[in-house]
Nanobody, 115 residues
Framework: QVQLAESGGGLVQPGGSLRLSCSAS????????MRWFRQAPGKQRELVAA???????VYADSVKGRFTISTENAKNTVYLQMNSLRPEDTAVYYC?????????WGQGIQVTVSS
């Protein structure tokens, strides 16, 4: 059983930065990837960024060059550094991983980009 807890969200002005953190706890072994999704009001949940166990990364086109995903294995934590934020980045951000056949999700954290 894996538990995921996000932190670091909030309100930021356009052009600003935030760093989201997701800490994994519980019985953790062999996590193949860690991912960040987001869901804006009235829209489907979408993949923002992913990082595999060998540190390969994938980004949505809309965030390439602005967001960076990274992990700190000693702390079982994945980060999402978000720079040059835009109003369209406003959404609830979710951390996600898989262990065996089971998918795990965090509770989500609000990011609002507004002046």
């Amino acid at each position: 059983q894996v538990q995921l807890a996000e932190s670091g969200g909030g309100l930021v002005q356009p052009g600003g930065s935030l760093r989201l953190s997701c800490s994994a706890s519980g019985i953790i072994f062999g996590l193949p990837f860690m991912r960040w999704f987001r869901q804006a009001p009235g829209k489907q949940r979408e993949l923002v960024a992913a990082i595999t166990s060998d540190k390969s990364t994938v980004y949505a086109d809309s965030v390439k060059g602005r967001f960076t995903i990274s992990t700190e294995n000693a702390k079982n934590t994945v980060y999402l550094q978000m720079n040059s934020l835009r109003p369209e980045d406003t959404a609830v951000y979710y951390c996600n991983t898989r262990q065996g056949p089971t998918m795990y999700w965090g509770q989500g954290i609000q990011v609002t980009v507004s002046s």
